[in-house]
Structures are given as C-alpha cells and as structure tokens.
C-alpha cells in the first residue's frame, strides 16, 4: 500500500516533479491539485501548445518550451531539475497517463541516467482525458464497454493496430480513437474505417471532438458510413459506437449519444 | 456542431440539469465546473455514499440521496425537477460517463415521460475516472492502448463479459476492470482471472486501486499470479497490464508501473 500524495498539505523542502495534465483545456475542468502545482512550480516543462493552456506565469518561473516530438528529452530534463532541488512540474493535455507524458517519465525513471533520479519526490497528477470531455459533451457513448487506441505508428507497427481494431470491432467495444490522422498518414484512418465498416452498421454513431473545452472546440454526431476524414486530424478523438449506442434528437437541433448500461442477451 | 456549454457564464433564468463526476473523491481533483454546479444547485441528487463525498450542503439545498441500484429513478427526479425550473445536479463519482449517472440520465431522456423533459437545460460535466486516478497513483499503466470493461453481469450476460475478456486478451490491451467483485458474484472475478491468466504471463503487473484519493485508499501492485481475490471489491479498480506492461522498483519500497509508449514489431 502506498500513501495518498495529494494529502499532503506542505512542500517538501527539496525538489520534486509533479506530471500534471490540463484535461481538456477549460479552466473550469483543470483539477486544483493541477492548478496549485502550476502555481507552486519553479520549472515548467512541456510542449508549446499546451503551454499557452497552462500560463500565463510568473516572471520567477522558468518556462521550457519545445516541439511535440521530444517526449523523452523533457522527461529526462525534468528529473536533472528536480533532482538539482528545483520544484519541477510537467505538462500535458488531458490526462498524463493517456498517450501523454507520464509515460515518458516512467520510461526515463527506469533508464535513470543519474541515481538521484530514482530519490526525486514524483507524483502524477490526473486530469480528464480527452476521450472524457468529448463524450461528455454529446451525452454517454463511453456509458458501457470501451477501449481507447493510439491510431499512430510512430512507436507502433501498424498491423499491431489493425489486429487491436479488428478484435475490438469483434467485442463489439465502444472505440476511442486518439491521434487519429495526420497530414503524413492519411490514409491510416481511411484504411481503419474501412476495417471498422466491415464490421459495424452504416448507421453507427460516430462522434468527432476536436479542440474540447477550447476556443475553436468542434463537436460533430456522425455515421460511421457518413464520416467525414477531412473533418478529423490529429487534435481529434473519434468515438465509434458500438452496436448499442443510440442517438436521441434533442431540441435545437441538439443530438445526444449515449451506450445503454444493458447488454441484450443474444445478438 | 454544438456550442460549448462551459463557456456560459450567467445561470440561466430557468431550471437546469447538470451531472456531475466527483472524480476519485479528492477535493483537490474536483473540476471547478463540478464545485460550481453543487454550489448553483437547489436539487441534489444522488448515491448516499457519493453525495456525503460531495457535501456539506447549504440549508437551502434539498438533498435527495438514495440506495445505489435506482439510477433510472433518480434521472427521471432529476428530469421532473429540472422541468419545473429548478436548478438540478445528479452527483456521480469518478467520471458520470463511466458506469455512472450520465447513461440513466439519457436513458431517461430518451424515455421522456414529459416532452418537457427534451427542453431541459442538460450539461454532463466530465471528471477524472477512477481507472485514471489509480493509474496516476503508480503511474502510467494506462499509457498504451487499453480497455475499460465492468465485470457486473446486473445488466449484461456473463458470456458477453468473458467474450470481451477473451479478446482484450488476445489484443494485448491493458485492461481495466471495474465492478470486479460483489459478495454476491465472487466467482465470477476468480473466472475472470483463470481466464486472463490463459493468455498472460505470471508475472503481468496487475494494480488494485480501492478508493483512491479517499482516506481508505489502498494501492496494491502485485502479478497476475499472485492476485488476491479477497483484496478486490466493488470499491476496487483492478488494471491488469499487458505483455508490455513494466514494473519500475524505486526508493522507499515503492513501484512504479508503465506501459511504455512503443511496441515492439513482431511479438
């Protein structure tokens, strides 16, 4: 068993790391416990975009900005910091444990490049994942059996995500799809809804979240035969339904999306 | 497209419904949305034991509490209240989209009573889930592609459940189990676990969060053999990792456990 770091009411003296995650970018779903380490930091560390989320802040903190794709390298920073006793706190977007930075902290913890690594006070801080703030915004498609897959092959072979998608579409999950397309693999999402039509019904709901809780926040109730792939990028979570998820017309033109809490018997 | 509800910064003059998440049950990992709609509430309903988490209230708020196997009754309160203009919130833990309030709440919805109801002022305020908040305690177990499934056969046939184990399984997901154990179905999670143990290796890293950021919060990191049933209960988040899934062994006695960001090519 291990002690709740949250109730903790003081700072410790020497350095710590804290990995916190802005959720999906309304200050008004930014954890306190989130909010305070922003405030109580001496480093802040993290990718530019989210950044801008997080400020503005003082003229006594240091600001660390960087380009999206050098996870490690912030991570390792991070720990050379905090180890030198600073009060460190990384950021990320919606929950740092979902495709997001506390992976890479874990990752550059166990390659410890410095002993003192492994003493610095971590704690991660969770925040609401983008999947979340999407569903919540249309009603409940994440209401019953869900999974939530990286679409990208960065760091992963594709035939592991189609193979992922294939046998997720078979347990008829609810799908949470993150990092669904970028400008250099197009035509990933369009083979993966390709895969996915094979299996579910024209008419299944499909929600596209874009930029939730932000300014530009885009919110669109779609079919999985209606989808349109120009209107889904990288910024985007894709909720495919499942064969029970139901959509209700609200008024206002106003379209709800929920996943029942009941399973028929036989399908 | 639908217009961000969060960004309204006046209550409107008629009555509203919100359906909140109190995330794990910290204060400090309430969204301030959440704090301020209990705070703007003339209603508030919910689960006994989540409500005495989400209080003190006000002596002019009317406080509803209930058993915890009435969720259509309390959404349909929820949508009569709110209809005849008063200000509502349905209080969840964790996320309300999760195996929570939000699904009863469209269900009813759907199943209007009073056509009045479909006027009804319906935000859903997101919060941090309990698989994501016992995630942060060790980690980054969740920081791969996984699956939130609810062992619960209330509602859904067991076969349905074993099939989407089995094929979580086969996908190699992280796979986070909520609802694991009841004294009524107790057989059921050791099932479960014969099960994933077909497919997993003895040594897959398995986390048992039981109310996390409470003050009975426990957290175990144990193996997919060594798992003790009598430690899981329905408080109990239960994350059993994948084939990749890495236990990290750091100062003090504590462990760290992540599933890292890549996956190797051929298996």
């Given at each position: ?9 003081q700072a410790k003296p020497r350095g710590w790391l804290r990995v916190i995650g802005l959720g999906p970018g309304d200050p008004a779903l930014l ?237």
């Amino acid at each position: 068993m291990q002690t709740n770091p949250h109730s903790r009411t003081q700072a410790k003296p020497r350095g710590w790391l804290r990995v916190i995650g802005l959720g999906p970018g309304d200050p008004a779903l930014l954890a306190p416990a989130a909010r305070a380490a922003l405030s109580e930091a001496e480093e802040i560390i993290g990718y530019r975009t989210y950044l801008q989320l997080a400020g503005p802040f003082r003229d006594d903190q240091r600001v660390h900005d960087s380009d999206n794709r050098v996870e490690l390298e912030r991570a390792r920073q991070a720990f050379q910091l905090a180890a030198a006793g600073r009060r460190v706190v990384v950021v990320s977007s919606g929950d740092p444990g979902v495709f997001a930075m506390a992976t890479a902290v874990m990752e550059a913890l166990e390659q410890a490049e410095d002993p003192a690594w492994r003493q610095v006070d971590l704690d991660i801080i969770p925040g609401i994942s983008a999947a979340h703030a999407a569903a919540a915004r249309v009603g409940a498609p994440l209401g019953h059996d869900f999974c939530t897959l990286s679409l990208s092959d960065n760091l992963k072979p594709w035939s592991v995500i189609t193979r992922r998608l294939q046998l997720a579409a078979e347990a008829d999950l609810v799908i949470a799809l993150y990092n669904p397309r970028s400008r250099a693999r197009a035509h990933q999402f369009s083979e993966a809804l390709a895969l996915l039509r094979e299996q579910r019904a024209p008419e299944t709901a499909v929600i596209l979240g874009r930029s939730i809780g932000r300014a530009d926040e885009q919110v669109i109730v779609t079919t999985l035969a209606e989808i349109d792939p120009a209107q889904v990028d990288m910024r985007t979570v894709v909720i495919i339904g499942s064969s029970q998820t139901r959509v209700i017309d609200a008024t206002e033109g106003r379209r709800w999306v929920y996943t029942p809490r009941w399973y028929p018997e036989e399908r």
